[in-house]
């Protein structure tokens, strides 16, 4: 006689494995009381994190992961040259003033290379931003992050905060080493004071950077969970946007006639038109709020003197449709 | 209008089968806009043990579920998971259930190790507990040395394998797996089923279990949700359903006619079913009363089999549907 359909007893496949290292776990106490039975699982009574222990956790996690760090060699290429590359002009600089102390320093705190900190940071945020969400995203591993104690928004929040530390540490490290530079070769405190006090407006000029470049890098991103358009959607702005600004600016500063034939901004005053052109890319709007705040330095793009305040508007408008775009998506990714 | 609900934090295994609801609902509805109903006026109480959520494809179990998570807000209704309500405790929910989603949620780059560790850290565990506890879970479900590999060298059992890790390393007191069987073959499903009864019966969880195979996990639950368009069907506890499912098949060579007669004369109400005939088994007697009959009538007896009927057949109307050949699917 048959029992169709039967259950089968515990010991399945699955139990058999088990029997050596059960030992080692002996009776397990359990967490209410009484005892579970020997058989290896032990119940967890220890500490537990609450939501912001969990979010710090997740922060943590992508900040390493924005440098590569947790997953193979291969992941840390890009982190490590677009570091480099950063350091090198402050490097530069140290090198020169221990050659020639008391001159000029050549770099400057709040303008660092504009180009090259443009281009590295065009770079960083391309090839990592996508690596923080758009994982997550391709191997649709949200549901499990949204069936642990966090609340919706605290998973693109944990993200944001990660990837703009990371933005910071490439931005501001390379200026501490140019601090340190300089003030190694200066001579007496108040030229140390002095350069103390040029590095902080430069010091705020780099979180600026973070905190935008970050937002819209990630809400680039979170668009799709395949990192090579990520990738390329993030560069492209990015890049065509710097390129139009660059464009109109030169062709309004050096006049019509100089810029390509056709160009568009020529109808415009010389100055206004010169002035307007970096609203259009982030990377002029954040020199653009530089000088707006008193940044002296030549940047990218001429003064915009007394349309300054449209450029602080600009960084507040991306920054806040940036971040507002990126808390709608995972509104959204999280119902479904 | 539901009553306080009565279930704390830490149903022990203890008071297994004997405490209050794990999960609880009332007159619970969610629709999507207007045209989609998911679920519609569920209410039902489930008790500690394994529970089989059981429906078609699209039934609503795994908006129930999401909804049990405190992920989904129901359109109305109420629903308490562990005792917490839904609406208002979804955090506390999620510190005390695991969830093992129906789809593909692993990334292909890491380790088992990685991952679950990661998870773990997710579910409020500190960082040295986390890697503890990933070790234990992934060793639970019998991942061993591939745990160092890449998830994505992992087959398809192995991979449910670690969802399921994932689902346990926060020392949950309630597992919500979704169609955990899916995507495997039939030795993968025994030992995912096997995997699960044994966490249930032997690590004191209880577990809802959602598939849309009745016939495969009544095997392994101590009690049956049945949702068909978002509405209950039945709930009830395996004994009752069994009770009334305990059948025997007699098969004879020749002189079915005449023994279905004798059996109905004798008290039974046998069944044509294919070329044999069901009786159902009422106690250890009705083995003697069919003994006689065949012997009585001198019939060359075939096959003589108790089966137990597949609740799937329960809700399916009257008729030739016994014959069913076991192990299907």
């Known amino acids: 006689m048959t029992t169709n359909g039967g259950v089968a007893s515990a010991g399945g496949v699955a139990a058999a494995g088990n029997g050596m290292t059960a030992t080692g776990n002996g009776v397990a106490a359990a967490g209410g009381g009484g005892v579970i039975h020997d058989l290896g699982y032990r119940r967890y009574d220890g500490p537990r994190l609450g939501r912001a222990g969990i979010i710090r956790a997740l922060y943590w996690h992508s900040l390493r992961s924005a440098f590569g760090i947790g997953r193979g060699a291969k992941a840390k290429i890009v982190p490590i040259l677009v570091f480099i590359a950063m350091c090198l002009p402050a490097i530069v600089n140290a090198i020169a003033m221990a050659q020639q102390p008391g001159q000029t320093p050549v770099v400057d705190y709040d303008t660092y290379t504009y180009r090259l900190r443009t281009l590295v940071m065009l770079i960083f945020v391309a090839a990592q931003a996508p690596e923080l969400v758009s994982r997550d995203l391709r191997s649709h591993v949200l549901p499990l992050y949204y069936s642990r104690p966090l609340r919706r928004l605290d998973y693109p929040l944990a993200k944001y905060i990660a990837f703009t530390a990371a933005c910071l540490l490439v931005i501001e490290i390379p200026l501490i080493i140019l601090y340190l530079g300089n003030i190694l070769s200066a001579g007496g405190g108040s030229a140390v004071w002095g350069q103390t006090k040029a590095l902080i407006p430069g010091l705020g000029v780099g979180v600026l950077w973070a905190v935008l470049l970050a937002a819209i890098g990630l809400v680039l991103a979170s668009f799709t969970g395949r990192r090579a358009y990520a990738t390329g959607l993030i560069a492209i702005y990015f890049f065509l946007t710097w390129i139009l600004a660059t464009i109109l600016v030169n062709v309004a500063t050096h006049g019509a006639g100089v810029g390509p034939p056709g160009a568009p901004g020529a109808p415009l005053s010389a100055s206004l038109g010169a002035r307007l052109p970096g609203l259009i890319s982030p990377f002029t709007v954040l020199d653009g709020v530089r000088q707006w705040l008193g940044g002296t330095n030549p940047g990218p793009i001429p003064n915009p003197g007394n349309a300054g305040w449209a450029y602080g508007l600009m960084f507040l408008i991306l920054l806040g449709g940036s971040l507002g775009g990126l808390a709608a998506r995972y509104r959204k990714v999280g119902a479904s | ?329």
Do not use: W
């Open chain 2, 1 to 329: 209008m539901t009553a306080p609900l009565p279930v704390r934090a830490q149903p022990g295994p203890a008071d297994a089968g004997t405490a209050g609801a794990v999960i609880q609902t009332d007159a619970l509805t969610k629709q999507y806009g207007h045209e989609v109903t998911a679920l519609d006026g569920l209410t039902v109480a489930i008790a500690p043990g394994i529970t089989g959520l059981v429906g078609a494809n699209g039934a609503g179990k795994s908006t129930l579920i999401k909804i049990l998570l405190g992920l989904l807000p129901p359109t109305s209704g109420r629903a308490a998971t562990l005792g917490h309500d839904v609406a208002s405790s979804g955090e506390q929910i999620r510190t005390l259930t695991g969830y093992m989603p129906e789809h593909d949620c692993l990334p292909p780059d890491v380790t088992g190790t990685e991952f679950v560790t990661h998870l773990g850290r997710m579910s409020g565990l500190p960082a040295t507990a986390a890697k503890e506890r990933a070790a234990e879970s992934l060793r639970h479900v019998g991942l061993y040395e591939e745990r160092y590999r890449q998830v994505g060298t992992y087959s398809t059992g192995m991979k449910q394998r670690v969802k399921l890790a994932q689902a346990l390393v926060g020392d949950p007191r309630l597992l919500l797996l979704d169609e955990p069987t899916i995507g495997l073959d039939p030795s993968g499903r025994r030992s995912m089923l096997d995997l699960i009864s044994r966490i249930g019966a032997e690590f004191g969880i209880s577990i809802m279990v959602s598939s849309h195979l009745l016939g495969e996990i009544e095997q392994i639950c101590d009690q049956l949700v049945v949702i068909d368009g978002g509405k209950l069907l039945r709930s009830d506890t395996m004994t009752s359903f069994t009770q009334v499912s305990q059948v025997l098949l007699i098969e004879v060579d020749e002189g079915t006619a005449e023994l279905t007669a004798e059996l109905a004369a004798r008290g039974l109400a046998p069944r044509r079913s294919g070329r044999g005939l069901l009786v159902r088994i009422e106690d250890d007697a009705t083995y003697d009363v069919v003994r006689d009959a065949v012997a009585g009538l001198g019939l060359p007896l075939n096959r003589l089999e108790q089966q137990r009927r597949r609740v799937e057949e329960l809700f399916r109307d009257q008729g030739d549907s016994g014959e069913e050949a076991p192990g299907d699917h």
